[in-house]
């Protein structure tokens, strides 16, 4: 079992930044990779950026790509979302999530951290 708890998030304007983290304890060793996702209210989950654990290779959503970066602190087990010229549309509910291998699925997920950014 792996347990991820998210802080951070907040309110913010537009054009402001905001970071949130995501820390991992339990069977870390097991992480392949972490990465973002969010949740819009009345929108389905969708992919925000992730990180391979190993190399730190990194991807990303095209619409945050440019304007969110993701990094990992792997002796802290913990993964950031560093959000920079945020938009209204980026409100949302933002969860972190584990994979243990390339290609298996994310299987362990946190319990979520708001973002809100006013007009």
């Known amino acids: 079992q792996v347990q991820l708890v998210e802080s951070g998030g907040g309110l913010v304007q537009a054009g402001g930044s905001l970071s949130v983290s995501c820390a991992a304890s339990?069977?870390?060793?097991?992480?392949?990779?972490m990465g973002w996702f969010r949740q819009a209210p009345g929108k389905g989950r969708e992919f925000v950026a992730a990180?391979?654990?190993?190399?730190?290779?990194?991807s990303y959503a095209d619409s945050v790509k440019g304007r969110f970066t993701i990094s990992r602190d792997n002796a802290r087990n913990t993964v950031y979302l560093q959000m920079n010229s945020l938009k209204p549309e980026d409100t949302a509910v933002y969860y972190c999530?584990?994979?243990?291998?390339?290609?298996?699925?994310?299987?362990?997920w946190g319990q979520g951290t708001q973002v809100t950014v006013s007009s």
């Open positions: 999530a584990v994979k243990r291998a390339r290609l298996y699925n994310y299987d362990y």
């Open positions: 990180i391979t654990w190993s190399d730190g290779s990194t």
């Open positions: 339990g069977r870390t060793f097991s992480i392949y990779g």
